[in-house]
């Protein structure tokens, strides 16, 4: 049978009456999920490019990332980088600041720029330990014009492990896509919050592993075994 069921009709594959015309179902918005890595940054405090170090198993951080994402079903991906970066493989799609040394959020705008997906999911290339369950999340919780993010007791959000709506990117890139110094995220974000355009995962003592960032040689060395010939950044 198709269309509405009538008073009375009987379904015959399952032998069901159907008492009350049961109305047409608007159709669900189709999500269409992106991802960027955020690799572009100067790494002035690791004194060398963190992207291209290596952590645990011997894989490199952008790697790492690109992989999480790629696992987490995510086929259209972007690597934020810097033109001076020439270690990039031929075959990995990127993204470049339209202003350089403006922060992720530049990063984020070239992806939302590059993309026509619904989403872009956001991973910073200095947050090795975020894992893909995290990535998972972000997706299953996502509807069409929101973000997803994750929030601290103390209202500190989480910006570059989130999900971010195309449409934000756009409204953002329109507003100060060329600014060398653009809003910081944090304030963007509690402004969505406030208009309830956001869902917050709330994080505690669990999620802490995940989200401690690889910004010196002191924090590389907690975690990684280095590649053989390798050595860590003095």
Request: net charge positive; charged share 20%.
């Amino acid at each position: 049978m198709t269309g509405s069921r009538s008073i009375g009709a009987v379904d015959r594959a399952t032998g069901f009456n159907f008492p009350l015309r049961l109305p047409r179902m608007s159709p669900i918005p189709e999500l269409r999920f992106e991802g960027v890595v955020l690799a572009a940054g100067r790494s002035l405090r690791m004194r060398t490019d963190k992207a291209n170090l290596a952590w645990a198993d011997g894989e490199r951080l952008w790697q790492r990332q690109w992989r999480i994402l790629g696992e987490a079903g995510i086929a259209r991906r972007w690597l934020s980088v810097r033109a001076d970066q020439a270690w990039v493989p031929a075959d990995v799609a990127v993204v470049r600041d339209a202003v350089p040394d403006a922060g992720p959020l530049a990063g984020m705008l070239a992806a939302g720029a590059a993309g026509d997906g619904t989403h872009v999911v956001v991973l910073a290339v200095d947050l090795p330990e975020v894992s893909v369950e995290w990535v998972r999340g972000l997706m299953t919780r996502a509807k069409p014009g929101a973000g997803v993010v994750g929030r601290w007791a103390d209202g500190t959000y989480e910006p570059l492990a989130a999900l971010y709506p195309r449409g934000w990117l756009e409204e953002w890139r329109a507003a100060f896509g060329g600014a060398a110094h653009p809003p910081g995220l944090q304030a963007l974000l509690r402004t969505r919050a406030g208009a309830g355009s956001v869902a917050i995962i709330p994080l505690g003592a669990e999620h802490k592993g995940w989200f401690r960032n690889a910004n010196t040689p002191d924090d590389l060395r907690l975690s990684t075994k280095l590649p053989p010939g390798e050595s860590s950044p003095d």
